[in-house]
């Protein structure tokens, strides 16, 4: 369902209800800015004090408001409860300056906020589906009871950003995505739907922390929980048939195994193995623009082997593959190491998905090492582990490349492979490097650089206009590579010149209807739309972008 539908709705909604019920709907609330005749008409006098305001002169109140906390994760909590009164303000709030707010309602604050998701609780966003409700999990999604979403985000919370296995705290994740689904992509927030699939946890502090709200039990496994997720796919398919379903943050083998499974039963995906592989993508691609390298002749190592960095190694391969050579070939240019190090045929304990990486080769154990004996253009961290780009590997990289590119995509930011400062200091200011939270600018030797946000926020919310405007059936690889070169794109000159590899997030939602717009091509081509294509398909997909002004 389109926003411009929704939008349609809730407008009918508005005229059904009156007085309290209006205001205690987010959706509908405008509090102190609804003017006098709505006040006579929709049955409000006297539920609000006299004097009527603008959205800016709210505004103003909540900035002051949020000014006045003493840290981030009050400032969430400020947030989450404005966005539980009033959306529009929110999302006028979060759109004022996103620079300022998503840090607080997304990477890093909200890894906080899913650490402490139980202790700062106020009251249930989305639905929870347990591993009790085995064989009642349509009616679970049907007591959703609100619009019919267009847009799911689904977590087990197995893998919650770099913070391991948080349970039910992943609802925190869910609710963040879609937050920026809206902020970023133009999704109306009444046609989003956050979902925790709680299976348990693994975490002890958890299953002994007073304040856990999830089941309190260890994660359910094997074919029990296999058959609970094939319940549950097949669930939203009937109850929410129109709806996207985007996986988020599952361990990595469940990552993969769930997007095998279901990808082509209905518009599926993996946000962090394709949205990252898209947003790495393009970032990859915006780099090359500064280093003048062709994509072709590109070598990456990859740190981490698990569902972020396999997925960027697929898509990037592909994307060389387009260039004219085979996939195994493209292949052969990526090297990946774990735990154990490089990853070499013959090693043991290879992952299944890994294995198309394991070329013939002699053991390497760490990172400066490979870099020396491999002389990769590229090196992708993704591994959660904070500071194991240090500087002999820093400097490694440096010492192979005029302009080395580093990514250290882990989040939040206490988990990033390095900081931006590091980087830039250790390389002396040689390197183009990007982040997966944000970093600050850093000066080294009078010239600033600007690091960019190498995170799938730059992809999910674009995918998800394209998805639900053209009524997309299906979510493929080729969307993705087509979504890395739109972002890519997107980047000025000007901010090459600064370093900076992806578009400012005031330009996102640009970057987002980029997407939308180039994925919604290729569906139309590709017969998986489900409308005719427009004439002005830039402006019809634009005029379906929620405005949080009232
Ligand atoms: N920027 C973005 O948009 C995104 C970032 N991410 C980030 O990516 C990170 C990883 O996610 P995911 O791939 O799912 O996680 P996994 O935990 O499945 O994978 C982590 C990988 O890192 C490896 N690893 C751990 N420690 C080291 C080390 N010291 N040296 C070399 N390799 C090591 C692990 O090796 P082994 O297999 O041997 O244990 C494993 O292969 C997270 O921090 C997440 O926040 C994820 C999605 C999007
Ligand atoms: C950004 C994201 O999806 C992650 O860190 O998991
Ligand atoms: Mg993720």
Redesign the pocket.
């Known amino acids: 369902m389109t926003s411009l539908v929704i939008f349609k709705q809730h407008l009918g909604k508005i005229m059904k209800k009156r007085g309290q019920a209006i205001l205690n709907d987010p959706l509908l609330n405008k509090g102190t800015a609804f003017t006098a005749k709505e006040r006579d008409a929709l049955g409000l006098a006297g539920l609000l004090p006299h004097r009527i305001e603008t959205q800016d002169q709210q505004l103003e109140r909540v900035f002051s408001n949020c000014a006045r906390k003493p840290n981030d994760l009050e400032r969430y909590i400020f947030l989450m409860s404005l966005q539980d009164q009033n959306e529009a303000l929110f999302y006028r709030t979060v759109l004022s300056d996103l620079q300022r707010f998503m840090p607080i309602i997304y990477?890093p604050t909200v890894g906080e906020a899913a650490l402490h998701y139980g202790a700062i609780f106020r009251r249930p966003r989305g639905l929870y589906v347990t591993a009790q409700d085995r064989g009642r999990v349509r009616e679970v999604l049907q007591n959703w009871g609100g619009d019919a979403p267009s847009v799911i985000v689904a977590t087990d919370g197995g893998?919650i950003?770099?913070?391991g296995d948080l349970g039910a705290n992943g609802m925190s994740i869910s609710v963040g995505k879609l937050a920026l689904y809206t902020a970023a992509g133009g999704i109306h927030p009444g046609s989003t739907l956050p979902i925790v699939i709680d299976v348990g946890t693994n975490t002890e502090r958890l299953l002994s922390s007073p304040h856990y709200l999830g089941l309190r039990q260890k994660r359910i496994v094997g074919e029990a929980y296999q058959d609970l997720m094939d319940e549950f796919v097949e669930a939203v398919g009937e109850v929410f048939p129109d709806a996207m379903l985007q996986f988020e943050?599952f361990?990595?083998?469940n990552?993969i195994t769930h997007l095998a499974r279901y990808r082509d039963q209905s518009a599926i995906f993996n946000?962090?193995i394709q949205?990252?592989a898209g947003?790495?993508l393009a970032g990859i691609l915006a780099a090359l623009r500064i280093t003048d390298g062709a994509l072709e002749d590109q070598r990456v190592l990859f740190?981490?082997?698990?569902?972020?960095?396999?997925g960027i190694g697929e898509l990037v391969a592909s994307a060389i593959a387009e260039k004219g050579m085979s996939l195994d070939a493209a292949r052969k240019q990526l090297w990946?190491?774990?735990?154990?190090?490089l990853i070499v045929e013959g090693r043991d304990?290879i992952?299944s998905f890994?294995a198309p990486y394991a070329h013939a080769h002699s053991p390497i154990g760490d990172?400066a090492t490979a870099i020396e004996v491999l002389r990769p253009t590229i090196l992708i961290g993704?591994?959660?582990?904070p500071g194991?780009f240090d500087e002999p590997v820093v400097a490694a990289m440096a010492k192979v490349n005029a302009r080395p590119v580093i990514f250290a995509?882990?989040?939040?930011t206490s988990?990033s492979e390095a900081t931006a400062e590091d980087v830039y200091l250790w390389s002396q200011g040689k390197a183009v490097f990007a982040?997966?939270?944000p970093f600050g600018p850093v000066t080294v030797n009078d010239e600033t650089h600007v690091p960019g946000?190498?995170?799938?926020?730059y992809i999910f919310p674009g995918i998800g206009l394209g998805v639900t405007s053209c009524k997309i059936s299906r979510v493929t690889d080729t969307m993705f590579r087509a979504a890395a070169r739109a972002v890519a794109s997107g980047v000025s000159e000007d901010a090459l010149k600064e370093g900076r590899i992806f578009p400012a997030l005031d330009e996102i939602r640009t970057a987002s209807l980029d997407i939308a717009v180039a994925i919604a091509e290729i569906a139309f081509t590709e017969g998986l739309a489900g409308i005719s294509r427009p004439d002005d398909l830039r402006g019809f997909i634009a005029e379906r972008m929620y405005s949080p002004r009232y």
């Open positions: 990477t893998r950003l770099g913070l943050d361990a990595t083998e990552a946000d962090d949205g990252t947003v790495t740190v981490g082997a698990g569902s972020a960095n396999i990946f190491m774990d735990r154990k190090g304990a992952n890994a990172i993704a591994t959660g582990q194991i995509l882990s989040n939040p988990r982040s997966g939270s946000q190498s995170n799938n926020v």
